[in-house]
């Protein structure tokens, strides 16, 4: 059982409640690691409750994988829900901050999709762009920016989602 | 204000958790513990190596049901113990593992036996336990029995640093305790247990296969009387053995790489497998493309990660196994009186009487399967066996008849060599009213024979008795089959002369050369008040038969004798 390999390769999302505390994600990443399962995308925050957090972890795999291994983070006992979001009616956005050389706003704003750019800093060396937007825009334009040579650094937070009700 | 040190308190939720016996070794890091052990009535038992002090407390364990507990201090201490508790794990015993840690201040700087033990034992338990304050104490040891005597039993690690023993504070003890990420109580659903029987009465040709989790909820009782009222018969995996008596007509014994003809070829006809806490180990099924290839798989386990893991369940049904055995028998009663599988009965009839008292591939009259069936018919039936890993394990995974839950301990999962020799001490400091044995090689012996030492200082006798063939018999085994006799490291040069060995320890030692002095010498064993070892030369090529070689499927067994 191998998420990195197989055939059936499609988009998985784990939404975790967790216990706000050391040493948890170390936990619920060795379970990834012993199945040398590649995690794609890992954000964590605080959640409504100050001693629980959430963390949304994406990968790919196939369905079967995904649904055993939702019940081993399941069984795993800092771990309080899981759920498994439908990448279809999950609403899904990250951030990215992007240190661009002069001429990269320009590319910047030339990449369609559904995100939002901001300047946060400018100078004559370049800028500091804000991206928000979905995981697939901001891959489209970090893509951009390399083509066009005008790219730095940049620095993602890792896909947040929620279902939608 | 009433103030106590964080050793006081562990001493006092141990005694308050009802804990008689702890096994370990001392160092410098967990000294505080030790000076508070001797304000207890709690018995310590020294083990000569960490590793034997968990393998003492999984014995003990196993034959009493209760949690054992184990501790060592930190560094090489708690390295050492994790492949006592690595082997508790894989085998599901409730075990609680102690481990001293250097001061809080010195963590994560390299500081003298200092190990990272969180990092290493979260992976071979069902939690590992950091403590940075005297306070938690309490909880932290409540916690970890709940863990690990709920649900699918397990290990808990705690790791406690030196200040966090010797610290001071107000200390409440909780009576239980609520874990958000961890619900073991789930109950069985009785629409699926339904549905579990319509599948059982529609089949035509059932078998169960029961497995360690059988015996670990208690839930054999049940299972035998489902058995008895459906007519239903009954393979086992290694784990699983003593959950139904073997010597029952409706039992097969064991299925698997070394299993019995009976059970093998059974379970390969059936077109229901009634599989109840058992997690398809690669060693049970072997191929799982040619596991009972035609038959609707039933899984009951409390564990809901086993459903689907290695064997795709048709059906499933998680939960309380003693709950939802007993809602099925409930059910069944009901609903059937007696099954209807008289074609079936025939058959199983044919197979069994042709297969169960078959011995195959042995080399003399004195081999080990006349070993194993001797000391059947000689131990009363509650005796505790507990043996080493290798060939002796399988010769008495085929041969030794279990008659009770609880009387059969092996490392199953992990395969521990060492394991049987410091277990029979823990299983015999559980049940000192009865005999335990461990069924060793010399191989596995020796890797935890100073265990001698623990076994006569802490007057906790039991009887080894070692198959010598002068090897690591299993896998030279492996060689002579699948690498064309060339013997790489298995042949030993020089074995002690374990006679004197054990006499050097102030154990009894003989050494016997046909049935008859085996027998005499066994029946003077298991009524000695010290431990004797009993030396069994047998032929260095003895191999164990039946044998499912890896790779092949259930159905294709080796014999030993050229029949396949």
Redesign the interface.
């Known amino acids: 059982m191998n998420g990195a390999e197989g055939s059936s390769q499609t988009p998985i999302i784990y939404s975790l409640i ?2 706000n505390k050391p ?1 948890v994600l ?2 619920v990443a ?1 379970q990834f690691r ?1 199945r040398s399962f590649n995690i794609e995308s890992v954000a964590v925050g605080v959640t409504e409750r100050p001693d629980t957090s959430r963390m949304i972890i994406t990968m790919r795999g196939d369905q ?1 994988m995904a649904e ?1 291994f939702a ?2 983070l ?7 829900d899981v759920d498994r979001m439908d990448p279809g009616r999950a609403v899904q956005r990250e951030l990215a901050l992007i240190r661009v050389k002069p001429g990269g706003k320009e590319i910047a704003g030339g990449v369609r999709g559904e995100g939002e750019l901001k300047i946060l800093a400018e100078s004559s060396d370049g800028a500091i762009i804000q991206a928000i937007g979905p995981p697939d825009y901001l891959s489209s334009l970090v893509d951009a920016l390399v083509r066009g040579k005008v790219l730095e650094e940049v620095v993602r937070t890792g896909v947040v989602a929620l279902e939608v009700r | 204000m009433n103030l106590m040190s964080g050793s006081r308190a562990l001493i006092k939720a141990l005694e308050r958790e009802g804990v008689d016996v702890v096994f370990g070794i001392p160092g410098g890091a967990i000294m505080p513990v030790y000076d508070e052990l001797l304000n207890s009535d709690i018995r310590h038992v020294l083990a000569r190596h960490e590793q034997s002090a968990a393998h003492m407390a999984d014995g003990y364990a196993r034959a009493s049901g209760r949690v054992g507990v184990c501790m060592a201090t930190s560094g090489p201490g708690a390295t050492n113990l994790v492949t006592g508790v690595a082997t508790a794990y894989m085998d599901s015993t409730p075990l609680v593992a102690i481990t001293g840690q250097v001061p809080t201040s010195m963590m994560a700087r390299d500081a003298f036996q200092e190990i990272d033990a ?2 290493i034992y ?2 071979v338990t ?2 590992s336990f ?1 403590l940075l304050r005297s306070s938690e104490v309490p909880y932290v040891t409540k916690a970890a029995f709940f ?1 690990a005597s709920t649900g699918r039993t397990g290990p808990v690690h705690i790791d406690m640093p030196k200040d966090v023993q010797t610290g001071e504070a107000e200390m409440s003890f909780p009576d239980h305790v609520d ?4 619900r073991p109580y789930v109950p069985p659903d009785p629409a699926a247990v339904a549905r579990a029987l319509d599948l059982l009465l529609e089949s035509e040709r059932p078998i169960i296969l029961a497995g360690g989790g059988v015996i670990k909820s208690g839930a054999h009782d049940y299972l035998l009387q489902l058995a008895e009222s459906a007519l239903i018969p009954v393979a086992t995996t290694l784990m699983g053995k003593g959950a139904v008596p073997e010597d029952h007509p409706l039992s097969l014994g064991p299925v698997g790489m070394h299993g019995t003809v009976q059970a093998n070829k059974l379970v390969n006809e059936a077109d229901l497998v009634l599989a109840i806490g058992v997690r398809f180990s690669d060693r049970t099924t072997m191929e799982v493309r040619g596991f009972a290839p035609d038959a609707t798989i039933v899984h009951f386990d409390v ?3 086993e ?3 290695n064997v795709k369940a048709h059906h499933a049904v998680t939960g309380d196994l003693k709950a939802s055995i007993g809602l099925l028998l409930r059910m069944f009663q009901e609903r059937a009186r007696t099954g209807s599988w008289g074609a079936w009965r025939r058959r199983v009839e044919e197979v069994v009487s042709q297969w169960r008292d078959a011995v195959v591939g042995v080399k003399s009259e004195f081999s080990p399967p006349h070993i194993l069936r001797a000391m059947r018919e000689i131990l009363p039936p509650d005796s505790i066996v507990t043996t080493e890993v290798g060939q002796n394990q399988m010769w008495a995974e085929l041969y030794f008849k279990v008659l009770r839950p609880r009387t059969f301990i092996t490392s199953g999962g992990l395969g521990t060599m060492g394991f049987g020799f410091p277990a029979a001490i823990g299983a015999k400091a559980a049940r000192p009213d009865v005999p335990v044995v461990d069924v060793a090689g010399d191989g596995s012996f020796m890797m935890t024979m100073n265990s001698l030492a623990t076994s006569i200082d802490e007057k906790l006798p039991v009887v080894v008795v070692i198959l010598n063939n002068s090897s690591l018999g299993m896998v030279a085994q492996w060689q002579r089959l699948f690498y064309n006799r060339r013997y790489a490291a298995t042949i030993f040069g020089a074995n002690p002369d374990f006679v004197r060995l054990a006499e050097s320890f102030g154990a009894e030692g003989v050494r016997v050369y046909s049935m008859d002095e085996f027998r005499n010498a066994f029946r003077t064993a298991i009524r000695s008040d010290v431990t004797t070892v009993i030396d069994v030369p047998i032929h260095p090529e003895e191999d164990v038969f039946p044998f499912v070689g890896p790779g092949r499927t259930l159905n294709e067994m080796l014999l030993g004798d050229g029949r396949e």
């Open positions: 967790v216990e040493g170390f936990r060795s012993r079967q055993d019940r081993v399941r069984r795993t006992v800092d771990v309080i | 969180v990092g979260t992976h069902k939690y950091q863990l874990i958000r990420g961890y564990d809901p990660t459903v689907g893991k």
